[in-house]
């Protein structure tokens, strides 16, 4: 049986184990050697290759789940996305990125890129015709991230990638807010498929990660870069990232089933001004999302009232976490613009819309009246 008509709990379960032919255990074993065999062996395997048995198993797994040919694992979703970047674009090249991304991805562009004499254009907006606006004669790629980090936007992915085909223009996504349960961007025509791990695969707050994953020739190409650069990741952590894997559906499922309970929750009560979901009807891309995911997710975003400050209200929360991450099982709460954004200029964050006051808020799998008698007491002690 084809490893995509699988079901996604038996995919996460068991594509990309390793049997322990040895003693029989139930788990994968884990190979910490950093010197292998290289006579008379099909692989050379080296650790800054990729190729380890935890790393080649591991993306499997993630292959799998994404509906691509075969993945890579690196030490951060930064790692994974310059990565990827750097094996398809060269002096000379343009690439169109969404204007609406996770902050250090904005910042390793403007900052890397006039280095290497690459060219970029951040799109206006995150309409089809934005993205058709940026395009140019030497454009080579068009990354996108959908839903947008911290402010949940929802890009046409199909659209997209139809525009690019047509163009002949490589495509990419960050699909952490997504995951992999919520979002399938091949199935919509996009190339590559990037995660930072540390998030929803990973799920504890306790690993560093991220992957990419697409065709063998595209992958072949980061590779080529990737062996260069060594941005690999050790076994150990593979492993813990594998074992995290078996529940991501478990997981990721429950956590958006709560998100969409406290975003319209959060959008009835009168202290908060704004919230930013694309689960809600109010939000202006719901049907959008609707079309090309499985599930609205389990990030949100939402603004307080002016008057009050959304510092010390984190501050008083007691249950959720202030946390600078994301996506693990518990529920954690940042200001993107100390955070995730905090490298961005405040001129910047005020052309994408965020707001000093904005708050971040990663649902995890808590009792939802938990949750909500925690903001509540937090209102209440302003």
Known sequence: MSKTKLGLNTICAHVGEIKDEQFKGAVSPIYLSSSYEYLDVDIKRYPRYFNTPNQEYLAKKIAALEHKETAMIFGSGMAAISHMFLAFLKAGDHIVVQNTIYGGTTNFIREEFPKLDIEFTFTNGYSKADFEAAIQPNTKLIHIETPSNPLLTVTDIKAVAKLAKRKKIITSIDNTFASSVNQTPADFGIDLIMHSATKYYGGHSDICAGAVAGSKEHMDKIWNVSKNLGGSLSDFTIWMLERSMKTLGLRVKAQTKNALKMAKWLQKQDFVKHVYYPGLKSHPEYELAKMQMKGFGAMLSFELQDELDAVIFQKKLKLI??????????????????????????????????????????????????????????????
């Open 321 to 382: 976490k202030a946390s600078m991450s994301l996506a693990g099982v518990e529920s954690t709460v940042l200001n993107p613009a100390q955070t995730s954004h905090s490298l961005l200029t405040q001129a910047q964050r005020d052309a994408l819309g965020i707001s000093d006051g904005l708050i971040r808020f990663s649902v995890g799998i808590e009792a939802v009246k938990d949750l909500k008698q925690d903001i509540k007491q937090a209102i209440k002690s302003l």
